[in-house]
C-alpha cells in the first residue's frame, strides 16, 4: 500500500515532466537519466526521486537564514561612522541625503540632525572588521563571516521589505525564498520537512511576520513553510486525535490516498497528490520531529555555548541551537525571526538588550557548525529588511534618540555555504547614508544564495498564469567576489 500511496504522489511528477519537456526521444532518455525510475513499474526509489537536480555543483546544502526583524541599525553595529559623532547634531548636507523618498515619520521633519553612535567600536581578527562593543561574541568570530555594508532595496516599510527579501516582490503572493529552494532542490530527509519556521520575539518594538512570508505561492504546497511553535505541540495537528492508534492512522491514510487517487484520475488536479504528501509526511513527522526538537540531551559545553536561554523553549536562543539540529538532519531551509529592532525612539536602550538578545547565539551557531564540519555546506544569514537613517527620528538629546527606515544602504553578514570568510565587501560614505562601493541589491543577494546551493537564479523558472516566474524577477546578478 504505501508504494501505491508514493506512486500517486509521483503522477504530478511524471506529468510535468512530459508536459514541460520537448517531448523528443531525447529529452525522455535525458529524464531517464537524471530520474532512473521515473518510468518505471514498481520498484520505485524513492530516495532518488525526492532528491533535486542543482544546475550544477552546489558549495552549500542547507541554509538557515537569522532574519532580525524591523530593520538593525547598522550604525550601531557594524557599520562603523566616527565622522557621525564629530558632526553631531548638525544638520546632513542636502547633497547627501538628495531626493531620497522619506517615511511618512520624518518626512516633515523640520531639521534632520546627525547622531553618532552611543557604542564604541573596535577591530578584530585577522580581517580587522569593525564591530560594536553590543557585539562581543560576534567580534569573536569575525574571521568565519563576511560583511556586506553595501545592500540595498527599493521597499522603505517593513511589510513590503521583508516580503521583497524573502519573495522577490514586495506585492506578496509569491513563492517564499525556502520554498523555491525547496522546489529546486527536493528532500534530504523523507521524515522532516524541507523548510522550516522559528518565531522569536525581544523587547522592542515587533514587526508583524505573517504566513506569506514562507508561503508555497504558487507553487506546489508541500514546498510551504513548516512553522514550529514552542508550544507543546510544536507542529499544530500533528498528534493522533484521542483513540486513534499508530496502526489506525496507517490504515485511515491508506484508504484516503485510494480516495484521492480516485478524484485525482477524474480531475487531474496535482494539489490532489500534494495533499497526499503531504498526509505522509505528517505521519512520518509524528516520530521524527520530537526526536529532532529534543534539547534535553545536548551535552553541558553546548549550552554553555549558546547561553542558559537555548533551553527555554520560544527564545532566539533555543530557537538557533534547533535550526543547527533540523540543519544537520537535512532540512534545506530553516528560517528565523526574530522581532524587535524597530527603533524608532529610545533606541540606546532597547538596541542594546536586542543585542545581548541575538549576539551569544548567533556566534554559537557559525561556531557550533564549525565544529561539526557542517559549517562548510551550510550557508548561515544574519541580517533584516533595511538599514537605519544617519540622521535622528524626532528629537535628538543626549542619551536618547531614533533612527528611521532607510533601505537606500544596510549590513548583513553570512558565514559557511562556500561565502569568502574573514571578508568585508561594499563601503558606504563617511556618515554611512550612501553606498560608495559594490552595491548589492536584494535581488543580487537572493542569485548568490542561490549560486551556492547550485542553482542558476535565471533558470530556477516556473510558469504561472501565463509568465514564467523566478525568485528574482527579471534581474540580479551573483556576486562572485564574496564566493570561495
Request: hydrophobic letters at 35%.
Amino acid at each position: 500500500m504505501e508504494k501505491e500511496i508514493l506512486e500517486h504522489g509521483l503522477n504530478f511528477n511524471r506529468r510535468r515532466f512530459l508536459s514541460t519537456a520537448s517531448l523528443g526521444l531525447g529529452s525522455v532518455a535525458l529524464g531517464s537519466l537524471l530520474m532512473p525510475n521515473l518510468f518505471r513499474n514498481g520498484g520505485v526509489d524513492e530516495e532518488a526521486l525526492a532528491a533535486g537536480i542543482p544546475h550544477f555543483a552546489p558549495k552549500a546544502k542547507r541554509v538557515i537564514y537569522l532574519f532580525q526583524n524591523g530593520a538593525p541599525s547598522q550604525q550601531e553595529l557594524f557599520d562603523y561612522k566616527p565622522k557621525l559623532r564629530e558632526l553631531m547634531g548638525q544638520e546632513i548636507p542636502p547633497s547627501v541625503r538628495g531626493t531620497q523618498r522619506l517615511t511618512g515619520m520624518t518626512a516633515n521633519q523640520s531639521s534632520f540632525p546627525l547622531v553618532g553612535s552611543f557604542v564604541d567600536f573596535k577591530q578584530y581578527g585577522e580581517s580587522r572588521a569593525w564591530v560594536s562593543d553590543l557585539m562581543p561574541h560576534t567580534a569573536k568570530i569575525v574571521d568565519d563571516l563576511c560583511f556586506v555594508k553595501s545592500m540595498y532595496t527599493e521597499a522603505i516599510n517593513h511589510d513590503p521589505a521583508l516580503t521583497f527579501l524573502q519573495t522577490g516582490s514586495q506585492q506578496g503572493n509569491r513563492p517564499s525564498m525556502g520554498a523555491w529552494l525547496s522546489y529546486g532542490l527536493g528532500n534530504e530527509n523523507k521524515n522532516l520537512p524541507n523548510f522550516t519556521v522559528l518565531l522569536s520575539r525581544g523587547i522592542g518594538n515587533g514587526q508583524g511576520v505573517y504566513s506569506k512570508l514562507w508561503s508555497n505561492g504558487f507553487l506546489d504546497s508541500v514546498h510551504q513553510g513548516v512553522q514550529f511553535s514552542k508550544g507543546e505541540d510544536p507542529v499544530l495537528y500533528l498528534r493522533d486525535p484521542d483513540g486513534l492508534n499508530r496502526h489506525d492512522r496507517r490504515e485511515m491514510l491508506d484508504h484516503l490516498a485510494q480516495l484521492n487517487q480516485l478524484s485525482y484520475e477524474e480531475f487531474g488536479d496535482p494539489e490532489i497528490t500534494a495533499k497526499v504528501q503531504q498526509y505522509e509526511m505528517a505521519y512520518r513527522m509524528q516520530t521524527a520531529v520530537p526526536e529532532v526538537l529534543d534539547l534535553s540531551k545536548e551535552p553541558d559545553d553546548i549550552v554553555k555555548l549558546y547561553g542558559p536561554d537555548c533551553l527555554v523553549p520560544g527564545t532566539y536562543a533555543a530557537n538557533c541551537l534547533l535550526a543547527r539540529k533540523l540543519s544537520e538532519n537535512g532540512v534545506r531551509f530553516v528560517q528565523l525571526y526574530h522581532q524587535g529592532w524597530d527603533q524608532h525612539g529610545n533606541l540606546p536602550f532597547e538596541i542594546a538588550k536586542q543585542a545581548m538578545d541575538v549576539d551569544q547565539a548567533s556566534a554559537a551557531l557559525v561556531t557550533d557548525l564549525k565544529q561539526r564540519g557542517l559549517l562548510d555546506e551550510t550557508l548561515v544569514i544574519w541580517g533584516g529588511e533595511f538599514g537605519r537613517t544617519s540622521y535622528t527620528q524626532g528629537t535628538l538629546t543626549k542619551d536618547n534618540y531614533g533612527r528611521d527606515h532607510h533601505p537606500r544602504c544596510f549590513t548583513i553578514w553570512m558565514a559557511g555555504g562556500g561565502i569568502k570568510p574573514g571578508m568585508v565587501y561594499g563601503e558606504t560614505d563617511e556618515l554611512g547614508y550612501n553606498i560608495s562601493q559594490n552595491p548589492v541589491h536584494v535581488h543580487d543577494f537572493q542569485a548568490t544564495v542561490l549560486h551556492q546551493l547550485g542553482l542558476d537564479h535565471e533558470k530556477l523558472i516556473f510558469k504561472h498564469l501565463g509568465r514564467r516566474y523566478r525568485l528574482t524577477d527579471i534581474s540580479g546578478r551573483v556576486v562572485r567576489d564574496i564566493i570561495s
